[in-house]
């Protein structure tokens, strides 16, 4: 008796499992990819965090060599320390 043509594909092109297969090793693979996705996500935050610290570093060595005024280099401070504490809350 021939083998039927979607045992064929099965076997050959989805590795003995069908697309949609539920099986605790197709499902556990499936979560593995979508954990990566969040991280990445963190990736980006953590990067803005560390951009707004720099940015802040800058902003205080200029207020202290009284490149900027003392007023543009606080509210400029005071809105970089807002967005990396609020990429800190998410992280």
Do not use: Q
């Not at 594909?9 to 090793?25: I, L, M």
């Not at 996500?41 to 900027?68: E, F, G, H, M, R």
């Amino acid at each position: 008796m021939s083998k039927r043509e979607d045992e064929y594909y099965r076997r050959n092109y989805y590795g003995g499992h069908p697309p949609a297969c539920t099986c605790v090793e197709c499902t556990e693979r499936r979560l593995e990819k979508l954990d990566k996705g969040h991280s990445l996500d963190k990736l980006w935050l953590i990067a803005l965090v560390i951009t707004c610290l720099v940015a802040i570093t800058i902003l205080a060595w200029l207020l202290l060599t009284s490149t900027i005024k003392l007023a543009a280099g606080i509210f400029a401070a005071a809105i970089s320390l807002l967005i990396c504490m609020w990429a800190l809350f998410f992280t």
